[in-house]
């Protein structure tokens, strides 16, 4: 079915679950288009195996439009592969080279378990928004949207802090699996906001405290989260997040 | 005519919603805390129902597949969402949503129904700015708003090209919040196999653990499914990979009416099919339209690039075509415009599959604007280009790079290349005015349900349906239900109702993985999608679905003998998640050609052949079809139509004109 002209070979990361121990497996591929997508290279993968009667990897993968978040691999080392700002799902296989040797892994980070092959349990992140990550308002009474003035610039930023996936790429990628961009992010889009204000450093404190908890590292500035991230999250939200942190320790109990 | 009851409030249509708000029975906070809701699905339908479920009091659990709620497909969704709220002093109101949205569908949806949709809209809004959704905003900090297809107001809110994405996570932080406190439980990784009926009524679901294959017994008072769209069902669309029509389709298959199934919807602006290696269509968004011109060029098979082919040679069809609404017409006539130039010979690209989206004209006009802005007069076209590509950049940046990424050619330069695919799925389990299934104590939510887009869907309004149910709608609804099941305790879950729905999905999962055959699930799923949009598609007639009906009949047989399950079902399995799929698709795909074989019309998402005007337009029986057909499962996958009359008190029916 494939109709390209390229061949590789992939060494891909098995594993059962997550009692037994994992290793890297090669497979052989032919005849790979440049238009493909990575995901759709490995189905092509798939499909031989399981014309073979054997397994098919297992990876989690949805939307295959770069937004649902679901799809995390580590290729060649890198989150998401070699280009910057794209998921795997947007990754093509134009991308690389006839011949090319390609390791893929699941994400690395204890806070991230394998589950099977390259799929790996996130869940710690929905703990990390069911800690605070949002504005208490129940529904039904809420004032007319236009009461509430944002002038477009802070609109804007809080939209480009709000833009994350939660892919987990900035956690896989940390040396100290640090979710601090992840975490960030949504504290900044609710801190530039007047909404976010009323709970701003009750919710930085809550956050934290659960994204410690889960076992996540602490961030030591180096960066890699920001430039590994499929949406361009920015540095500035961990710059915040510490300050809103910062400011918050220094607050009474009754000012948060 | 009608043989089903909608339960539609009686009186004047402005009112009904605000009597059954008023008049509806409610459920004291004590009672509230003892009585379960399961809601299957966690996108925008089922997110909001929960996390406001859980607001009132009711103790809720929540089921999606995906490792968690923040996936649901909603996510992808881009352009906007509707809401009445005329900011831009345009002329909006109330009246005129209602009005396009009933005349989009081409007046085959419910006036009641509809009109409350357009009522709640603009609380949507409100309610997801108080969540801190960063909606996109004017210099002046009030909120913006652009056209989508089909109205001739401004009245779609948006964030960027990620609107879908911004309200899920808005809904999801809802649901997030409840989940912490206690107040919900939510069931990750877990897929619906069956709907349990204690005494004809809905008391619970059979879900499968995907991680460790067990299945597990939930009970529940009442059980909501907000479970999205079919449009997986066609193989290639726009849909993402795990969006399945399995928990609907086990309700139906326990007695809840599957309405108006044909009705598909085409979007006009996807990127085309590059080869037979591709998985899934990615939409272009039809925001693009307000500001992208649709062409193709004058003379057949011209092969000619883009950029050679000079102005007096090119058909902007739809602005010859359709005056009024140029650019901007409905979907399925955007759709069915594109096909006929195509299948004339006058498409472009490698395939001919494919016409000119092209955003030159107005990057010029924008550039034009802003060097004004900035004080230079007679600009030049060079900097009116740069100038103007920045404005676009800001509007649709996001779509640009994703057209890019997937194509390897750049938009700002050459034209996008764009041909319809399916999209959203109009149909969906019949449900009543309280959005509640034709099984009591069984409901549906958003895409899920068929009641409020008609034959065809107006861009925009997805996302407005989805809320609008869940946040607004089903928690007044569902207290009618559950204020007379106070007294009801819940039932163990080793009640012989559970014990037999257990055995059965168990029986379907041993029988798919025992198979053993030798043709994978993807390869039966591409030959039902094949037949699907080869004769179900974009038009139809009633020799083709004739044939396809044969065809799928056969394609069930040969899945049942041939399909290969590697694995077992006591682990994570993700083939043995798509055959069981795949099965339900197969035996949806072929009630959606017995409705379209049996809708003698052509109107909106389905377009019967026989019946069209004389300018290729779709030619509605109003007479013969104004109603919903709602289609009952009988033993050995045989339906029974039933027909709930549609009454249109309020709008007077007419041709559909955007001339």
Not at chain 2, 470 to 489: C, M, N, R
Request: glycine content about 8%; aromatic content about 8%.
């Amino acid at each position: 079915m494939s109709t390209g002209n390229m061949n590789l070979t992939l060494k891909v990361w098995r594993q059962k679950n997550n009692k037994t121990k994992g290793a890297l497996v090669d497979y052989k591929l032919a005849e790979i288009s440049p238009d493909m997508s990575f995901l759709e290279m490995f189905d092509v993968l798939n499909e031989q195996l399981i014309n073979k009667n054997e397994e098919p990897v297992v990876f989690d993968h949805d939307c295959r439009e770069g937004i649902c978040g679901s799809c995390s691999m580590f290729i060649n080392g890198r989150p998401h592969g070699p280009k910057d700002l794209v998921t795997t799902c947007q990754l093509h296989m134009r991308s690389f080279k006839d011949g090319d040797t390609i390791v893929v892994e699941p994400w690395r980070a204890a806070a991230f378990p394998v589950v099977k092959d390259l799929t790996v349990d996130r869940s710690a992140f929905d703990r990390v928004i069911a800690s605070g990550g949002f504005i208490s308002v129940n529904t039904g009474n809420a004032q007319d949207a236009n009461s509430l003035p944002i002038p477009k610039m802070q609109a804007d930023a809080a939209f480009e802090a709000a833009a994350c996936i939660g892919c987990g790429a900035c956690v896989a990628t940390c040396k100290n699996a640090s979710a601090m961009l992840f975490v960030s992010a949504k504290i900044s889009q609710l801190a530039l906001l007047p909404q976010g204000q009323p709970e701003r450093y009750r919710r930085v404190q809550s956050m934290v405290a659960q994204m410690d908890a889960e076992g996540f590292g602490n961030c030591t500035n180096t960066g890699a989260c920001e430039a590994e991230c499929p949406k361009g999250i920015t540095l500035e939200n961990i710059a915040r997040m510490n300050r809103d942190f910062a400011s918050a320790k220094f607050l009474s109990e009754e000012s948060i | 005519m009608s043989d089903i009851n909608s339960n539609i409030p009686e009186g004047e249509l402005t009112n009904k919603w605000t009597k059954f708000k008023s008049s509806v029975a409610l459920v004291n906070p004590s009672n509230k805390r003892t009585i379960e809701v399961i809601i299957v699905g966690s996108g925008l339908a089922g997110a909001s129902a929960a996390a406001t479920l859980a607001e009132m009091g009711y103790k809720v659990k929540c089921f999606c597949f995906q490792d968690s709620p923040r996936r649901a497909h909603s996510i992808a969704a881009q352009g906007g969402i509707n809401a009445a709220k005329n900011y831009q002093n345009d002329g909006d109101s109330v009246y005129r949503l209602f009005y396009d949205t009933i005349k989009g569908g081409d007046y085959r949806a419910r006036e009641a129904n509809v009109h409350r949709l357009a009522e709640v809209s603009a609380n949507i809004i409100d309610q997801c700015v108080a969540q801190g959704v960063p909606l996109a905003r004017e210099y002046g900090g009030l909120l913006d708003n652009r056209s989508f297809g089909g109205t001739q107001v401004q009245r779609t809110f948006y964030a960027a090209g990620q609107t879908g994405q911004q309200l899920l996570l808005g809904a999801y932080s809802a649901l997030e919040r409840q989940i912490g406190m206690g107040k919900v439980e939510m069931y990750t990784r877990h897929e619906m196999l069956e709907v349990v009926k204690i005494d004809g009524k809905a008391r619970g679901i059979i879900a499968r653990n995907l991680i460790t294959g067990e299945l597990e017994r939930h009970f529940g008072h009442a059980v909501v499914l907000g479970t999205g769209g079919y449009g997986n069902v066609f193989y290639l669309s726009t849909n993402a990979m795990g969006s399945n029509v399995t928990a609907a389709w086990k309700a139906h298959k326990q007695g809840a009416y599957f309405a108006n199934p044909c009705y598909t919807q085409i979007h006009p602006t996807c990127i085309p099919v590059s080869g037979d290696h591709q998985s899934k269509l990615t939409l272009m968004s039809e925001s693009l339209r307000n500001d992208g011109r649709i062409w193709v060029p004058l003379k057949k098979d011209d092969n000619r690039k883009a950029s050679e082919i000079p102005e007096d040679e090119r058909d902007y069809y739809l602005e010859r075509r359709y005056p009024a609404f140029g650019n901007l017409v409905p979907r399925d006539v955007a759709s069915r415009a594109a096909k006929e130039r195509c299948d004339a010979g006058y498409g472009v690209g490698s395939s001919k599959l494919a016409v000119y989206l092209d955003f030159k004209a107005n990057t010029e006009r924008y550039g034009k604007i802003e060097a004004l802005k900035s004080g230079i007069q007679n600009a030049d076209k060079e900097t009116c280009m740069r100038l103007g590509t920045a404005v676009i950049k800001e509007k649709y940046g996001n779509l640009f790079d994703m057209y890019a990424q997937i194509t390897g050619e750049n938009p700002y330069e050459t034209p996008m290349r764009i041909y319809p695919a399916v999209h959203y799925t109009m149909g969906g389990l019949w449900v009543d005015y309280n959005l509640m299934t034709s099984v009591p104590g069984l409901y549906c939510t958003g895409e899920a349900n068929f009641s409020d887009h008609g034959a065809n869907r107006l861009g925009a309004s997805a996302l407005m349906q989805g809320l609008a149910d869940g946040y607004f709608v089903l928690p007044y609804t569902i207290g009618a239900y559950l204020s007379k099941e106070i007294s009801v305790k819940a039932i163990p879950t080793d009640h012989p109702a559970f014990v037999e729905a257990e055995a059965k999905a168990k029986g379907v999962l041993d029988t798919l993985i025992n198979i053993k055959g030798s043709k994978s699930v993807d390869y039966f799923h591409k030959r039902l999608g094949h037949i699907m949009w080869e004769k179900c598609g974009m038009a139809r007639n009633a020799e083709g679905l004739n044939e396809a009906i044969t065809d799928i009949r056969a394609l069930r047989a040969e899945f049942w003998k041939d399909v290969r399950v590697p694995g077992t079902s006591d682990e994570l399995n993700t083939e043995l998640e798509k055959a069981g799929r795949v099965a339900d698709f197969i035996e949806l795909g072929e009630l959606m050609c017995i409705d379209a074989l049996n809708r003698n019309e052509s109107c909106g998402g389905h377009f019967r052949e026989e019946y069209q005007t004389e300018e290729g337009e779709a030619l509605r029986d109003d007479v013969d079809f104004a109603y919903v057909a709602a289609w009952e499962f009988k033993e050995g996958v045989n339906f029974e139509l039933h027909k709930e009359e549609l009454k249109f008190e309020n709008i007077k029916v007419a041709q559909r004109s955007y001339k």
